[in-house]
């Protein structure tokens, strides 16, 4: 099974940033496709970015512009910058890996964004 382990989280100030880093196990790391979730309270999970093998990048309207997913294949980790963070990113953000039946997930990392 892969071992995801999310890092970065913490308080930051609206407008402020963040960058999530998770790193992976395992060998095939450049085969999975990654994405970035959260949760926030009283939520459902939602998926906030993704990136495939061949880099390409997807995410949800609210961060477009803010967020930014990106891959080093050579470290097997995964980063999320969030730029302009505004108290609604508060969530546990969680790492997300996928490949065939793979679907492996870390064990989240919170952000809260407050004055």
């Known amino acids: 099974q892969v071992q995801l382990v999310e890092s970065g989280g913490g308080l930051v100030q609206p407008g402020g940033s963040l960058r999530l880093s998770c790193a992976a196990s395992?060998?095939?790391?450049?085969?999975?496709?990654m994405g970035w979730y959260r949760q926030a309270p009283g939520k459902q999970r939602e998926l906030v970015a993704v990136i495939t093998s061949g880099g390409g990048t997807n995410y949800v309207d609210s961060v477009k512009g803010r967020f930014t997913i990106s891959r080093d294949n050579a470290k097997n980790t995964v980063y999320l910058q969030m730029n302009s963070l505004n108290p609604e990113d508060t969530a546990v953000y969680y790492c997300n890996a996928k490949f065939g039946v793979l679907d492996a997930w870390g064990q989240g990392t919170l952000v809260t964004v407050s004055s």
């Open positions: 395992g060998n095939i790391f450049s085969r999975y496709i």
